[in-house]
Structure formats: structure tokens, C-alpha cells
């Protein structure tokens, strides 16, 4: 049987060397790994455990990666099952999401998969699918990253395309940064209304690289006036001439790449700016 692939998260940044230390970093830690590649063989390994004559001497051969960030580790994900198809980068990403993000860290936010919110809908909570697609931008460096016009299979190629050329590695910016900096943002009720809108949520996840010190340093309330004035700017866009669904990815991720001089802006002057965006 191929090896199976598991995968581990330390942020701790272990030393694991020595191979003693690996070892029992792993059987420390099992609890809490990922399968990667392999889970139709682990499931059909459970079956035949539980068969008459199972030999559970026999070694099993594993495939073991050890990340320092969840982001990295999707990376890894991605470039590993890139061309095996045994499921779309977008479906990794929205499994990933859920499975490696603990939500319930967080204090201003709170996240439903659809599952959840047919049962029972959580007043305010984000859809994590919404959630998903803001990680997959952030990923990808770009806010477009649907396009009806294009096939599954061609598009699906591009989003592994986009993920790969992205210098993960050099990252000092973790999406699990971006979601503490956005529950931060949204104790403000209006703030989290905006984040709410995936446009706006997806143009500021792709940005806030670039600009991640400056806007941790702003107050909610300061951030609801910024916010307030990008909306002013963008009301006075000709609705019935744009796509406003992709200009307002566009122009959240354009506004706060440049936060620091736009945040100063009045809304007479963003308003200039987003007619000469979308002439």
C-alpha cells in the first residue's frame, strides 16, 4: 500500500531533527493531524483491522509534513494533489477552512457552514463559505477568482496556478492574523455589516498584506468613518453601466492597498477616484 500522508501544524517551530524528537513530537501530536493523501486507504485499513487474521505487526508507511502555518500547509496540499484530481483546490480550501481555523477563538465573530445554519440560523454569524473564498483571495493575490465564463477544469488549473505563484513562504502575514484582525474590527456592528458584503471581505483580504501594521493600529470606530466614506464613493458609480459585484472587490482591494493616503481622503476625492476607476 502507498504511503499515507499525514500532516502536522507547529507554530512552536519545534526542532525535530533528532529523530527521538520526531517520533514523539508525532505520537504527541496525532490527535491533531491532518490527512493529506490517503483517507479512502486509512478507512479501508479500519475495515480490514476489524477482519479475522489481521496482522497489526505489519508496518505502516506514512509520509509525514510538519508546517509552521496553516497557510503553508495548503500550499503543500495543493502542490502535492496538483494533477491527481481527487478534488478541486476551491474544496480543499473550504474543507481546510473548516477544519484547521478554531472560530470559536475568536470574539466578535462567528462562523456557519450551511449544515449548521439550516438547523439553526446564529443572528450575525458569517457564512463559511464566504469565509472560504476570503482565504482562497488571500491565497491567490487576486479578487477574481470565479468566472462563469471559463469551465470548471480550466478554472480550477488557474486557481492552482494563482496559489503556486504566490511566494507563501515569505509571508509575514498569516490568514490566521487576518481573521483576529478582523474580529477586532467588527466588535463595531456597522464594521462587521461591511465585512459581511464578500466583496468588501475578499477585496480586504487580498490587500491587507501590504498594509497589515498600519490598520492594526486603527480603532473600530476610526475604521466605521473610513469604511462610511469608501461607501459615499462608491454610491456615486453608475450601477447601470459596471459589473459593481467586481468593482467593488476591486476598488476595496485598491482602497485599502493604499489605506494609509485614501483613509484620508474626503468623499468627494474617492468619488473622482472610483469614476476614474470604472470610466
Given at each position: 500500500?502507498?504511503?499515507?500522508?499525514?500532516?502536522?501544524?507547529?507554530?512552536?517551530?519545534t526542532?525535530?531533527?533528532?529523530?527521538?524528537?520526531?517520533?514523539?513530537?508525532v505520537?504527541?501530536?496525532?490527535?491533531?493531524?491532518?490527512?493529506?493523501?490517503?483517507l479512502?486507504?486509512?478507512?479501508?485499513?479500519?475495515?480490514?483491522?476489524?477482519?479475522?487474521?489481521?496482522?497489526?505487526?505489519r508496518?505502516?508507511?506514512?509520509?509525514?509534513?510538519?508546517?509552521?502555518?496553516?497557510?503553508k500547509?495548503?500550499?503543500?496540499?495543493?502542490?502535492?494533489?496538483n494533477?491527481q484530481?481527487?478534488?478541486?483546490?476551491?474544496?480543499?480550501?473550504e474543507i481546510?477552512?473548516q477544519e484547521?481555523?478554531?472560530?470559536?477563538?475568536?470574539n466578535n465573530?462567528s462562523?456557519?457552514?450551511?449544515?449548521?445554519?439550516?438547523?439553526?440560523?446564529?443572528?450575525?454569524?458569517?457564512n463559511?463559505?464566504?469565509?472560504?473564498?476570503?482565504?482562497?483571495?488571500?491565497?491567490?493575490?487576486?479578487?477574481?477568482?470565479?468566472?462563469?465564463?471559463?469551465?470548471?477544469?480550466?478554472?480550477d488549473?488557474?486557481?492552482?496556478g494563482?496559489?503556486?505563484?504566490t511566494?507563501?513562504?515569505?509571508?509575514?502575514?498569516?490568514?490566521?492574523d487576518?481573521?483576529?484582525?478582523?474580529d477586532?474590527?467588527?466588535?463595531?456592528?456597522?464594521?462587521k455589516?461591511?465585512?459581511k458584503?464578500?466583496?468588501?471581505?475578499?477585496?480586504?483580504?487580498?490587500?491587507?498584506?501590504?498594509v497589515y501594521?498600519?490598520?492594526?493600529?486603527?480603532e473600530p470606530?476610526?475604521?466605521?468613518?473610513v469604511?462610511?466614506?469608501?461607501?459615499?464613493g462608491?454610491?456615486?458609480?453608475?450601477?447601470?453601466?459596471?459589473n459593481?459585484?467586481k468593482?467593488?472587490?476591486?476598488?476595496?482591494?485598491?482602497?485599502?492597498?493604499n489605506?494609509?493616503?485614501f483613509?484620508?481622503y474626503?468623499?468627494?476625492?474617492?468619488t473622482?477616484?472610483?469614476a476614474?476607476s470604472?470610466?
Amino acid at each position: 500500500m502507498p504511503p499515507i500522508t499525514i500532516a502536522f501544524v507547529d507554530k512552536g517551530k519545534t526542532e525535530l531533527s533528532d529523530r527521538k524528537v520526531f517520533e514523539g513530537f508525532v505520537n504527541q501530536n496525532i490527535d491533531s493531524g491532518y490527512i493529506l493523501d490517503g483517507l479512502q486507504r486509512l478507512n479501508t485499513l479500519l475495515s480490514a483491522s476489524e477482519m479475522e487474521g489481521f496482522d497489526k505487526k505489519r508496518p505502516l508507511h506514512l509520509n509525514v509534513i510538519v508546517s509552521p502555518s496553516q497557510d503553508k500547509l495548503l500550499y503543500r496540499m495543493i502542490t502535492l494533489n496538483n494533477g491527481q484530481k481527487p478534488m478541486t483546490p476551491r474544496h480543499q480550501v473550504e474543507i481546510l477552512t473548516q477544519e484547521m481555523f478554531d472560530f470559536t477563538d475568536l470574539n466578535n465573530i462567528s462562523v456557519q457552514t450551511e449544515k449548521e445554519r439550516s438547523e439553526k440560523i446564529t443572528r450575525g454569524a458569517f457564512n463559511l463559505s464566504d469565509i472560504s473564498n476570503a482565504y482562497l483571495a488571500f491565497l491567490t493575490n487576486n479578487v477574481n477568482n470565479e468566472n462563469n465564463k471559463i469551465v470548471n477544469e480550466k478554472m480550477d488549473e488557474i486557481l492552482v496556478g494563482r496559489v503556486l505563484d504566490t511566494d507563501i513562504a515569505d509571508g509575514s502575514v498569516q490568514f490566521e492574523d487576518v481573521l483576529k484582525l478582523l474580529d477586532k474590527l467588527c466588535v463595531n456592528s456597522e464594521v462587521k455589516k461591511w465585512f459581511k458584503v464578500n466583496n468588501n471581505l475578499i477585496g480586504f483580504c487580498v490587500a491587507i498584506k501590504k498594509v497589515y501594521e498600519e490598520v492594526s493600529e486603527v480603532e473600530p470606530d476610526r475604521f466605521e468613518e473610513v469604511i462610511a466614506v469608501f461607501e459615499e464613493g462608491f454610491d456615486a458609480i453608475n450601477a447601470s453601466k459596471v459589473n459593481l459585484g467586481k468593482y467593488r472587490r476591486q476598488l476595496s482591494k485598491e482602497f485599502f492597498e493604499n489605506f494609509v493616503e485614501f483613509s484620508e481622503y474626503d468623499a468627494e476625492e474617492l468619488t473622482e477616484y472610483f469614476a476614474e476607476s470604472t470610466s
